[in-house]
C-alpha cells in the first residue's frame, strides 16, 4: 500500500481515549479508510503504517473477533489490512505485516542490525567437523546441495559459487523482517530476524531466530508447540512441531519434523520425516525417514531411505501392510565418500557397518541384502528385487510425494530401473560371474571381500539381476517406440556412466558440462544452474534411450535393433516381468503363513499382482 495520509485530530483523540500513545502523532501514517475504533492500549514508536481495519477476524473455529490492535508495543511497523494483533508482551520492532493476519499472546516480534534471515551461512555436512561445503539459501533444492558437496574439493568451482550465491542474496535480501497475508502466529514467544511468508501458522513456538519460512497458499506451513529453530530456512508445505530443536538446517518441501527431533548442521529435501531421533551434519535426500529415539543420522548422505531399518533391526515384516515406509533405498553414503549399499538394502546390516564402510565396492551389488550370523556377515545378492517391499515401494513412492505443484523445488526421479541402477546390476554380474569364474560351480560358498555369499544365493542373483535387466529393456524400448525415437539415438549424451545428484538421474557427462559451465562463465549465476538441472531431467527419456540402445545391442549382440528383435525384446520382457511377479506372489505367500499379515490384505495384494499383465503391452 503506497497512499497513506496523517491522522486527523478526532482520530487522535478516539485512539489518546482508548489509551494509545505515540511518540509523535506525524510519524503514524494509515490508509485512506483507516477507522480509529478497534485500537486500545497501544503505544507507537517511530515510522507507523497502518491499513484498513473493517473485517472480523476468525480466531478459533466458529470465534471471531473484530480485526484491530490491542495491548501492543509498535516501533517502526506497517500493518496491512484487517489484522487482528493483540496481547503483545514485549514489542513489534522493525518489521513489516501483510493482510488478513492473526498475532497474538507473543512475546518479541523484530528484525535486528545485519539480519540474515538464514540465508547465506556455509555449513558442513556428511563432515561434522570439515570445512563449510554447502550454503544455505532459499533457493536451495537437493539438486544443487548434492552438487556442492560432491564438487566441495574443486576450489574454483566452490568459490564461483559462493560468488553466485553472495550476488543473488545482495540482491533478494530484504531491509527487514516480513510477515505474509494471511499468516497466524499465537501463543510464541520470540521471534527474530525471521521472514514468515503468506498462510503460515505458528503456534507455541519457542524461539525463531534468523530464519526464513518459505509458506505460501498452496503449502503452507505450521510451526508447533515449543519449537526452537535458530538459522535455519524451512519450505513450502513443510510442518515442524512437538519441541523440535534445529540449528543450521535446511528443510526442504513437505518435510515434517516432530516429536523432539533435533538437528544440527543437516540438510532435509522433498518428503523427509523426521521424529524422536537427531541428526548432526546429515544430507536427507528425498524421502529419507527417521523414526525412532535411538536415530542417529550424523556424518552420512541418505536418500529414499528408512533409517528405521537399519538402526533397530527392523525388516518391515508387514510388507503387505499400509504402513510400510519401504526399502527403495537409493543411497546411503559414508562421510568418507563409500556408499553403504545400493539401491536396496534392508535388515540387520548394523552389525557389519564397520566392514561395510571399507568396501566401496558393495555399492556394485544392488538390491542385496547382507546379514549377519556371528562373527560373519552374508551377502545376498539381488535379493530385493522380489520382495514385496520394493513391489509396493515402486507404486506408492509417487503417491507419498505430498508436494503441491508450485513447490517441487527438488527435482525426483521415481523410475526404480533407470541407466544409473541398471548400470550398477550389470556391473555386480559382472561381480558374480567372476567369482564363479575364480571358484567354480563346485563350492558351496563364495568370498567377497569379507562377505559370505552361498552358492546358491550366486545363482539367484544372477538370474535376479538378469529379470531386472530384461525388464528394463523391454520397458525402455516400449517406451521409445510410444514416444517416437525408436532406432538409432540421435545424441551421444547419455552413452556414458550414470549418476544420482539425490533424485536426478543424468549422465555424468552433463554433470561435467554444468562444472565447466560454472568455471568458464557460460553459467552466470544460479537460477541458471536450476535451469540445468531441470533442462537435463525434461531430456531424461532421450538420454535414457542413448544408454539403453547400446546396452541393448551389446546384450543381444545385435548391430542395430530390427522389428524383429524388437518383438524378441518384447517377448522377452513379458517373461521376465512374469518371473518377477511369481517370485514376489512366493514372497508374499511366505509372509501370509508367518502369521503376519491379514488374509484380506493378503487377497488384496494377490489381486493387485493378477493385474500386472495390463501392463505388460
Known amino acids: 500500500m503506497s497512499n497513506y495520509r496523517n491522522l486527523t485530530q478526532t482520530e487522535i483523540e478516539v485512539l489518546e481515549n482508548n489509551v494509545c500513545w505515540a511518540e509523535d502523532w506525524q510519524r503514524v501514517l494509515v490508509a485512506e479508510g483507516f477507522k480509529p475504533y478497534n485500537f486500545h492500549r497501544v503505544m507507537f514508536y517511530g515510522d507507523i503504517r497502518l491499513g484498513e481495519f473493517n473485517k472480523q477476524v476468525e480466531v478459533s473455529k466458529g470465534f471471531v473477533k ?55 551461512s556455509i555449513i558442513s555436512v556428511l563432515n561434522e567437523m570439515g570445512d563449510g561445503n554447502v550454503t ?48 497466524k502466529i499465537i501463543n510464541a514467544k520470540d521471534i527474530t530476524n525471521t521472514i514468515i511468508k503468506g498462510d503460515c501458522e505458528i503456534s507455541g513456538a519457542a524461539r525463531l531466530s534468523e530464519c526464513t519460512v518459505m509458506s505460501s497458499m ?6 508447533g508447540t515449543g519449537v526452537i529453530c535458530e538459522n535455519s530456512i524451512i519450505c513450502d508445505g513443510c510442518s515442524i512441531n512437538n519441541s523440535v530443536k534445529m540449528q543450521d538446517c535446511f ?63 527392523s525388516n518391515h515384516a508387514y510388507k503387505m501392510g499400509p504402513l510400510h515406509w519401504g526399502t527403495l533405498e537409493r543411497g546411503t553414503k559414508t562421510a568418507s565418500g563409500s556408499y553403504v549399499l545400493m539401491p536396496a538394502t534392508i535388515g540387520a546390516f548394523s552389525v557389519c557397518f564397520g566392514k561395510l564402510m571399507h568396501h566401496p565396492d558393495t555399492r556394485n551389488l544392488p538390491f542385496s541384502y547382507l546379514m549377519a550370523y556371528g562373527e560373519d556377515c552374508y551377502l545376498v545378492p539381488g535379493r530385493n528385487i522380489t520382495t514385496v517391499g520394493l513391489y509396493r515401494d515402486i507404486k506408492k513412492w509417487p503417491k507419498r510425494d505430498k508436494r503441491s505443484k508450485q513447490s ?17 546390476i550389470m556391473q555386480g554380474i559382472e561381480i558374480l560371474k567372476a567369482l564363479r569364474n575364480a571358484s567354480g560351480d563346485n563350492v558351496s560358498t563364495y568370498n567377497f571381500h569379507e562377505y559370505v555369499i552361498n552358492a546358491s544365493s550366486l545363482r539367484k542373483g544372477l538370474k535376479y539381476y538378469d529379470i531386472a535387466l530384461r525388464i528394463y529393456m523391454g520397458a525402455v524400448l516400449k517406451r521409445a517406440q510410444k514416444e517416437g525415437f525408436f532406432g538409432c539415438p540421435k545424441s551421444d549424451v547419455g552413452k556414458g556412466r550414470w549418476v544420482d545428484l539425490s533424485g536426478l538421474l543424468l549422465p555424468e557427462s552433463e554433470e561435467q558440462r554444468i562444472v565447466d559451465d560454472i568455471k568458464n562463465g557460460t553459467i552466470e549465476n544460479v537460477q541458471q544452474i536450476l535451469d540445468r538441472f531441470s533442462e537435463i531431467n525434461d531430456n531424461y527419456s532421450d538420454y535414457r534411450w542413448a544408454w539403453s540402445y547400446q546396452m541393448i545391442l551389446d546384450y543381444y549382440g545385435l548391430e542395430e535393433i530390427t522389428p524383429a528383435d524388437a518383438e524378441r525384446i518384447r517377448e522377452d520382457y513379458v517373461r521376465a516381468r512374469r518371473a518377477w511377479i511369481a517370485e514376489i506372489r512366493k514372497d508374499a505367500e511366505k509372509e501370509y503363513q508367518m502369521g503376519d499379515v491379514e488374509q484380506e490384505v493378503y487377497e488384496d495384494f494377490l489381486s493387485k499382482l493378477d493385474h500386472e499383465i495390463d501392463y505388460e503391452n
Open 408 to 424: 517441487k523445488k527438488s527435482i525426483i526421479n521415481f523410475d526404480w530401473l533407470s541407466p544409473f541402477t541398471v548400470g550398477e
Open 218 to 223: 498452496d503449502a503452507p506451513v505450521f510451526i
Open 66 to 120: 473484530h480485526s484491530g490492535i490491542n495491548d501492543t508495543t509498535l516501533r517502526n511497523v506497517t500493518v496491512g489490512n484487517d489484522c487482528l494483533i493483540e496481547k503483545v508482551g514485549n514489542y513489534i520492532n522493525n518489521y513489516t505485516i501483510g493482510n488478513d493476519c492473526y498475532i497474538s499472546n507473543i512475546c518479541t516480534l523484530e528484525t535486528t542490525e545485519d539480519a540474515t534471515f538464514g540465508e547465506g
Open 251 to 313: 528443510v526442504g518441501e513437505a518435510c515434517q519434523i516432530t516429536n523432539g527431533f533435533t538437528a544440527e548442521a543437516s540438510l532435509f529435501f522433498a518428503n523427509s520425516f523426521m521424529a524422536n531421533g537427531e541428526a548432526c551434519a546429515a544430507f536427507c535426500g528425498p524421502f529419507s525417514a527417521s523414526h525412532h529415539k535411538c536415530s542417529l543420522l550424523i556424518g552420512g548422505e541418505f536418500s529414499f531411505y528408512n533409517a528405521g531399518s537399519n538402526t533397530n533391526f
Open 136 to 183: 544455505i539459501f532459499r533457493e536451495l533444492n537437493s539438486q544443487l546441495a548434492s552438487f556442492m558437496v560432491k564438487h566441495n574439493s574443486d576450489k574454483v568451482l566452490k568459490k564461483t559459487l559462493q560468488q553466485m550465491i553472495e550476488d543473488e542474496l545482495r540482491v533478494s535480501r530484504p531491509d527487514r523482517g516480513y510477515i505474509g497475508n494471511n499468516v
